[in-house]
């Protein structure tokens, strides 16, 4: 079935290291890819997203390439700070028919230290 | 603010004992989703319901059921609770489904059990 897996966490950065959290996928078809970030005592946000191969989602100075080749949808930042500190899922959308759902990886904390 | 609206934000409840949780949708979103986040098993799709008719099941248990109203509101209803049960319950809305539909998630009911 269709499945999601992400790197085990915690990660523990410096503020202004560079992070990545890897995140591989099992999919029938082409799905569309999320990140996806919790912040402490908060819901899920949707960070960025990519609908086709060789797509690249970005926002906030995060970035995401979706690989078909690699199925993979590995999450970078150049520089992290701080603010960055949550909890982030990567996800993939599976649709059929009428129907439609977000499978989850379990989710990568990350804890930026100043 | 995801516009998804979720209430009660916080509820303990003892073992044996029914709730009701509620979400309101984003404005003009016709498509809820309910998961359910807990430590050991991460986010899990529960049940999604589109204009009032259910599409899709995940791993729902038959103590729980849900219905989305005419007016788009949905609600979860989980009744003889057990210890296990205990977890934050996310809503979630989309304008329908497909590519171009984003999923936003309101901050979620933490459920305790006791």
């Known amino acids: 079935g269709d499945s999601v897996t992400q790197m085990e966490g915690p990660v523990t950065l410096s503020e202004e290291a560079f992070l990545t959290i890897n995140c591989t996928y099992t999919?029938?078809?082409?799905?569309?890819l999320f990140w996806y970030v919790q912040y402490p005592g908060e819901g899920l946000q949707l960070l960025l997203k990519a609908t086709k191969a060789d797509d690249k989602g970005s926002n906030k100075g995060f970035e995401a390439t979706y690989r078909k080749e690699t199925t993979s949808f590995h999450l970078e930042k150049g520089s992290v700070q701080v603010s960055d500190s949550a909890v982030y899922f990567c996800?993939?959308?599976?649709?059929?028919?009428?129907?439609?759902?977000?499978?989850f990886g379990k989710g990568t904390k990350l804890t930026v230290n100043p | 603010d995801s516009g998804v609206t979720q209430t009660p934000k916080h509820l303990i409840t003892a073992t044996g004992q029914r709730v009701t949780l509620r979400c309101s949708p984003r404005s003009g979103d016709l498509s809820v989703y309910w998961y359910q986040q807990s430590l050991d098993q991460g986010l899990q799709f529960l049940i999604q319901y589109y204009n009032g008719e259910e599409r899709a099941k995940g791993n729902i248990l038959e103590r729980f059921s849900a219905q989305q109203f005419p007016d788009l509101h949905s609600e979860l209803n989980l009744s003889s609770l057990e210890l296990g049960d205990s977890a934050l319950y996310f809503c979630?809305?989309?304008?329908?489904?497909?590519?171009?539909?984003?999923?936003?998630f309101g901050e979620g009911s933490w459920l305790t059990v006791v």
């Open positions: 996800a993939l959308r599976v649709t059929q028919g009428g129907s439609e759902k977000l499978v």
């Open positions: 999919a029938t078809g082409y799905p569309s």
């Open positions: 979630a809305s989309s304008a329908g489904t497909g590519i171009v539909n984003t999923i936003y």
